[in-house]
């Protein structure tokens, strides 16, 4: 490992992940009245599985990082880097979620498979730049229609 590592620098933050510390507690409350087995434990297991299942959920959102050669997908503990030589194309969507367009990445894997990544970010332009400067033929769409 280098002494001297780049700076990564976010392009996702994961920003809902912080719900997950009050519904930890919430599970833990959950569990705790369906340990007591009063005449509503069947609806405390219910709340119990759906909240456990959410804070997994959230534990798991995946967030993205860059630095001036990789994309770093991190889903949990696992992390995973893609050259940004690698990328194809990043294109707006289409369709508007909360008022906002998600960004479609296209990148090659490892066996030269073609890859799709959806996120939303307004942290874009110094990846964008990244990405330009490690890979000319890369198609960048910032209109969902037109090509600028």
């Known amino acids: 490992m280098r002494?001297?590592?780049?700076?990564?620098?976010?392009?996702t933050t994961g920003i809902i992940r912080w719900l997950r510390?009050?519904?930890?507690?919430?599970?833990?409350?959950?569990?705790?009245?369906f340990l007591k087995f009063n005449s509503y434990w069947q609806y405390h297991l219910l709340f119990f599985l759906?909240?456990?299942?959410?804070?997994?959920?959230?534990?798991?959102?995946?967030?993205?990082?860059?630095?001036?050669?990789?994309?770093?997908?991190?889903r949990g503990k696992d992390e995973t880097r893609v050259p940004l030589s690698n990328i194809v194309s990043i294109k707006r969507s289409r369709t508007k979620v909360n008022s906002k367009r998600y960004w479609i990445l296209i990148y090659l894997d490892e066996i030269?498979?073609?890859?799709?990544?959806?996120?939303?970010?307004?942290f874009n332009k110094p990846f964008f730049d990244a990405v330009r400067d490690?890979?000319?033929?890369?198609?960048?769409?910032?209109?969902?229609?037109?090509?600028?």
């Open 3 to 11: 002494k001297e590592q780049e700076e990564k620098l976010i392009i």
């Open 21 to 33: 510390f009050p519904i930890a507690i919430v599970v833990v409350i959950l569990f705790t009245d």
């Open 50 to 74: 759906i909240f456990s299942g959410l804070f997994y959920l959230l534990w798991n959102r995946r967030r993205l990082k860059h630095d001036s050669a990789n994309l770093y997908i991190k």
């Open 134 to 148: 490690n890979n000319p033929k890369v198609i960048i769409w910032e209109h969902p229609f037109f090509n600028h």
């Open 112 to 122: 030269k498979q073609e890859r799709k990544l959806r996120f939303d970010s307004d």
